[in-house]
């Protein structure tokens, strides 16, 4: 095919703590937190729990597909796209890579949205994302981590960190608040854990 892109004494890697906050990071997104509420308005239990199944086969045979492609092709480090270019052409490596970056940046805008909708709830001045502050809010927030993020992989990556973990913590406070209000007792979860998996 064409020349492949190698690692060079200037490509910088990430840990494995950064590398697996980012795929967490992008299976739970800010949906997680908005999209049960939404489903639950309009369908049923049965049609939520079968969107939950084919979402969760669906992420299961992307990262298998990602999985084998990096077996597969282990001298592509450039990114998603590459593989499109490197499979299909300049073309189709262009267009993915066009889609992949207007999807980050509808995905960014998306986040900042919902986190002043659900701060609005709680400061009502703020007016949501479309009160004045809230504007002001959005585009700080927005600029601020263009900012962080062109300062390098590691600035990124802990700002990926905390925001995974921001995610992560009320989950698992949540399961943990919910096992003492249902007389669930903590170590009962890891039972009900092995009988479903």
Known sequence: MEQQQTPDKHTKEMSLLGLSMIVIGSMLGGGVFNLPSS???????IASLLAW????????FIAKVFQTLSREEPEIIGGIYYYAKDGFGDYVGFNSAWGYWLSNIIGNVSFVILFLDALSKFIPSIGGSGGQIGL????????????LVARGIRTASILNTIATSAKVVPILLAIFFYSFISNI????????LKICC
């Not at 199944?53 to 299961?60: A, C, N, P």
């Not at 002001?136 to 900012?147: K, N, R, Y």
Request: net charge positive; glycine share 12%.
């Open 39 to 45: 489903i639950s308005q309009s369908a049923g239990v």
């Open 53 to 60: 199944l084919i979402t969760g086969v669906g992420v299961f």
């Open 136 to 147: 002001f809010l959005g585009t700080f927030m927005i600029w601020s981590v263009i900012f």
């Open 185 to 192: 007792k903590p170590f009962q979860w890891m039972f009900l």
